[in-house]
């Protein structure tokens, strides 16, 4: 099996496929560091430098305003304490929260891009380890040898897995060494608030906690590796089935894009939340944004991905090991 992986990341390497993408993060990560980097300029020279902890200490009191007010709700009480212990942090460890650090800036572009960009970086490689075989005339070379085809098929399927680890690794460790190169590498331990449930609409705020910048970076790395292994075993499922490598890139790209658009527009379908792209944007779950549909959870999207990733995995299994590649 080892031979048979080695075999596949050679192939893969020989490509340049890996190469590509990793320049792509580079360059992605360049231009979005430069934005920050400018508009950062551009809100410095507008409103000149204005001290941030008076800014917090003001935000600070105003949310003590809020608090002793009869009208606040006990749950609303208990979120303002946890905003200002996160303030009180920023003040009493002497970081600036508007000043962009490498960890703030990876977990912003992991939050935009988890639901999309990796996916289809992800989707390049795994839509042509199989097809490739068949465009390339070496599918039959490639089973004349004396190894089962499920043994054959498990090797690729091993390559994208690291292969996907590869990427989501380099994506962290590319951003965080341009980001930190111009922004610095503060903000390690700064304080993030996680655990909102919205329910109609609503914010509730019971199971609310602040942790680490760097513990909320890790989970955010592990979500994502998630949502792009479910979308990559899809993809090797369409390598399988499909021929044709472009034909599967298209419609794989079809889902992905009708699943942004489908976020915006099934709130009233109950039965969407079953669709694997309306449960792509796991990221959400770690803020306050509303689901999709209402009820949906982060342990509901994480079933409903891996389930689906299940059931491309044996489809992918059981068509290849019984189908006349002939």
């Given amino acids: 099996m080892i031979n048979l992986i080695y075999n596949e990341m050679v192939k893969l390497a020989g490509k340049k496929r890996i190469v590509v993408i990793l320049a792509i993060i580079a360059i992605l990560v360049s231009l979005f560091t430069y934005a920050q980097y400018k508009e ?20 600070i009191g105003s949310w003590e305003n809020r608090m002793n007010a009869s009208r606040t709700s006990e749950e609303s009480r208990q979120e303002l304490a946890l905003r200002i212990a996160q303030q009180q942090y920023y003040l009493d460890y002497d970081v600036n929260p508007a000043e962009p650090g490498a960890p ?17 970086l992800v989707m390049v490689v795994a839509s042509d ?24 098929l498990a090797s690729k399927y091993v390559t994208l897995v690291l292969c996907v680890s590869l990427i989501i690794t380099a994506f962290g460790v590319l951003s965080l060494v341009i980001a930190g190169g111009v922004f610095g590498f503060r903000g390690w331990n700064a304080p993030v608030l996680t655990g909102f449930a919205v329910h109609a609409g609503e914010i509730g705020a019971p199971a ?21 292994m479910a979308v990559a075993t899809l993809s090797f499922m369409l390598s399988v089935l499909i021929r044709s490598t472009a034909a ?25 939340k079953y669709l694997f792209m309306v449960n792509l944007d796991l990221q959400a779950y770690l803020e306050n944004a509303s689901p999709p549909v209402e009820g949906m959870t982060l342990g509901f999207s994480l079933a409903i991905l891996l389930a689906w990733a299940a059931a491309g995995a044996a489809v992918s299994w059981g068509v290849f090991t019984r189908r006349d590649m002939y």
Avoid: N
Wanted: charged share 20%; net charge positive; hydrophobic share 45%.
């Fill in 104 to 120: 703030t800036f990876v977990r912003e572009f992991v939050k935009s891009g988890a639901s999309l960009l990796f996916p289809l």
């Fill in 208 to 228: 609310v906690r602040f942790i680490p910048q760097w513990e909320y970076l890790l989970m955010q790395f592990g979500l994502a590796w998630f949502v792009s």
């Fill in 40 to 59: 950062a300029e551009e809100t410095r020279q507008r409103y000149g430098s204005v001290d941030w902890r008076t800014v917090l200490e003001q935000r």
């Fill in 129 to 152: 380890l199989v097809s490739s075989e068949h465009s390339g005339g070496t599918v039959k070379m490639l089973l004349t040898r004396p190894v089962r085809r499920w043994r054959i």
């Fill in 248 to 272: 599967g890139m298209g419609i794989m790209l079809a889902c992905l894009i009708s699943g942004m658009i489908l976020q915006g527009m099934v709130e009233s379908w109950e039965g969407a």
